[in-house]
């Protein structure tokens, strides 16, 4: 569970993300965070599965690497954030350190698509990042039985060549939850398919 000041943190970061929204601000100059229902339930979901190596894929100004870092405080497992902005990153890593979440978070600034391939495998991830390449990177990642995959903006974006793939995929079992923007919750069967 967030505590009162992550939960205080994380409703700084939407109320002016919302405000941003407002203004009609160009995307670059705009955050895009999570809802913080969505954060709430990440959180909830990642340290409920007692996921120890996390990974998200668009970490912008930090509000989902909150709740990811608070679940990896929780499990004792450790959160890689990537995120391609440095400014965006910047932010994030001054967050985390004002809320003592630091030591749970590793920052890779950067193309995530660089990376994925060479991480170990992990046990939770969340995807929030340009919807193009939810497909690709899903691919990309270093799953395990029992791993869960999160993907934001399922519903606001009409998702639905990712959905039909993740659902396509005899490996993967996955459901779309209509929280925040739409999630879709994807986990890897463990159980062996005929
Ligand atoms: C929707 S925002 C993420 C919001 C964030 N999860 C939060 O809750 O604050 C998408 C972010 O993904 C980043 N991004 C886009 N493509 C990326 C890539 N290939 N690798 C890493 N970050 C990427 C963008 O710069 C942007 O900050």
Redesign the pocket.
């Known amino acids: 569970m967030l505590q009162a000041n992550e939960r205080e943190e994380i409703a700084r970061?939407w109320a002016r993300k919302l405000e941003q929204d407002e203004k009609k601000l160009p995307q670059l100059q705009r955050?895009?965070?999570?809802e913080p229902d969505s954060?709430e339930f990440i959180c909830a979901l990642a340290s409920g599965i007692r996921a120890k190596g996390l990974i998200?894929?668009?970490?912008?100004?930090?509000?989902?690497?909150i709740a990811l870092a608070v679940a990896a405080r929780l499990t004792g497992g450790r959160l890689t954030s990537?995120?391609?902005?440095e400014t965006?990153q910047q932010e994030a890593r001054g967050t985390l350190a004002k809320l003592n979440l630091s030591q749970y978070v590793n920052f890779i600034l950067?193309?995530?698509?660089n990376f994925l391939r060479s991480q170990p495998a992990v046990d939770f991830v969340?995807i929030?990042?340009?919807k193009d390449?939810y497909v690709r990177f899903f691919e990309m990642l270093p799953l395990h039985p029992g791993t869960v995959v999160v993907s934001?903006n399922i519903l606001s974006h009409r998702l639905t060549d990712y959905v039909r793939y993740v659902r396509g995929r005899a490996d993967i079992e996955s459901i779309t939850l209509p929280i925040g923007k739409g999630l879709e919750v994807s986990r890897v069967r463990e159980e062996k398919l005929n």
């Open positions: 970061l955050h895009r965070n999570l954060a998200e894929i668009g970490g912008s100004s930090g509000l989902s690497t990537f995120e391609i902005e965006r950067g193309d995530a698509g969340l929030d990042c340009e390449d934001d």
